[in-house]
Each structure stands twice: as C-alpha cells, then as structure tokens.
C-alpha cells in the first residue's frame, strides 16, 4: 500500500463539495489568518510541566478499547458556500479508520484511510497532493486524544470543573481541554509556529460518546458541523475495508 508525500498545499478555487469535506476533516494544514467563526477555549492560568507518560497515559484512556462503527451527518461551510451529506467511519483499535462520506442522494462520494498519524491513501487521490495532514484535529473530532512525541513538553492544569494539557514540540503546540460539566466537552487547538492551524470542539451525550464535533479552521475560512447519528460497537471488519474504493 503506498504512501502519499506530505506536500505544502495551494488550496484550489473550485473543489468538489465531498473533497473539500476530506480537505478539512481529513488535513487542515493550511497557515492560519485569522476569522471562520471562534470556538471559545478555557485557558487556565498556569500549566504545571509533568512527565510525558502521565500525557500518554491521558491520551491512550480516550481511545476506544473497541472497534466502532460509526455514522453521522456533516455540514460544511467556507467562503464558496454550503455542502451537506452522511459519512460513515470504521474505528478499529487502537487507532486506524476508514472514512466514507457522500452528499445528497449518494453523490460526491469520497473515502480515506488514517492509520494513527499518517494517511494510508484517499480516493480521489489527487486530492491528497494538495494537504499536510494535522492529526490530532482529525482524532479530536471523534473525542480522541493522540499522544504526544516523545520529546513533547508536557503541562498540565486540573480542577474540579476541568483538566488542561498541552504538548509543545519545538514551535509547535498542542492544547486539549476537557470540561466536566453537562454535557461534556473536549477542546483541541493546534498551532504551528505560533499561527494557529484549526480547532475542534466535540460535544459528549449522557453515554460518554460524541454527540456533536465542530471544526473551525480560520485560514479559509472554513466551519464542520458533526452530528454523530449511531456509535455502536463493531465485529472485526473485513480486510478489504483498509483497502482503497474499487474503480
């Protein structure tokens, strides 16, 4: 199975609805700049360094200790307009996932593959030339925290009301926020070089699994809306299900 470079994207002038939904869902590496709509993050008045395992083990308690199967509807909004439809992802464990999503009455489809932080293939993949993945706002949408690198800096803030943690990696941040109140929530912002790349709210429901999910990517700008309609647990899945769409 082959590998797809990481390249420096030039955002196109016209993309179809389903791939400019697997361009923000899937990658959102785009420079920061500013607007698209703001998701307020808490931030605490002091983050205390700690030790990356206890951000490891943080991390790995958000994952899914089985497989998902998972259905939801999505809105996505930028400066061309409007497109709407259904996806579907297939969570096996620990972390890799197939992404389907189709617009209205089918059209449009478009899949891709996450296995932890490296897009196996997408379809179209033309598409994937013109993205640098940014994996955690992929996982965050789905109430999962990735790990930090082993040389992160690890912080962290806890209180009653909510935790806080940031990874920080040369330039480079991470900052997840998780709130305690009704309902839930957890916040992750991604910043390269100081210039903020996106953020992801993700709304949980009484069962402790994602309701909601936003994505606010201020370079467009752009704006994903989530809803999750089923989160069931899944039987293992067939192996072609980790391999790209037939023509």
């Known amino acids: 199975m082959r590998r797809f470079a990481m390249t420096n994207p030039v955002r196109p002038a016209i993309i179809h609805p389903m791939r400019r939904l697997l361009v923000v869902i899937s990658t959102v590496g785009l420079a920061a700049c500013g607007g698209g709509g703001a998701i307020t993050v808490p931030r ?7 030790a990356t395992d206890s951000a490891v083990a943080w991390a790995l308690a958000t994952r899914p200790t089985e497989n998902r199967e998972i259905r939801f509807r999505w809105q996505f909004r930028d400066d061309q307009g409007a497109a709407g439809g259904r996806g579907r992802i297939r ?3 620990p972390d890799s996932a197939r992404l389907d999503v189709q617009g209205p009455l089918g059209s449009g489809r478009a899949a891709a593959f996450v296995s932890g932080d490296t897009a196996l293939w997408a379809d179209p993949e033309n598409d994937v ?3 640098v993945p940014n994996y955690p706002l992929f996982w965050a949408l789905l109430g999962i925290v990735r ?3 082993s040389a992160a800096v690890a912080r962290r803030y806890a209180d009653p009301a909510l935790t806080a943690w940031q990874f920080q990696t040369g330039a480079d941040t991470v900052d997840y926020v998780r709130t305690a109140g009704t309902p839930a929530r957890l916040i992750a912002e991604v910043r390269q070089a100081g ?3 996106g953020t992801v709210e ?3 429901g009484p069962d402790g699994l994602p309701a909601t999910a936003r994505l606010i990517v201020p370079s467009v700008p752009a704006r994903l809306d989530i809803t999750f309609v089923s989160n069931q647990k899944a039987k293992a899945f067939a192996s072609d ?5 037939q023509p």
């Open 241 to 245: 299900t980790w391999t790209p769409p």
């Open 129 to 131: 030339k013109r993205l």
């Open 202 to 204: 993700t709304v949980f």
């Open 91 to 93: 969570l096996a464990t």
């Open 44 to 50: 605490p008045a002091s983050l205390t360094p700690v």
């Open 195 to 197: 210039k903020k790349i």
């Open 147 to 149: 790990s930090p690198a």
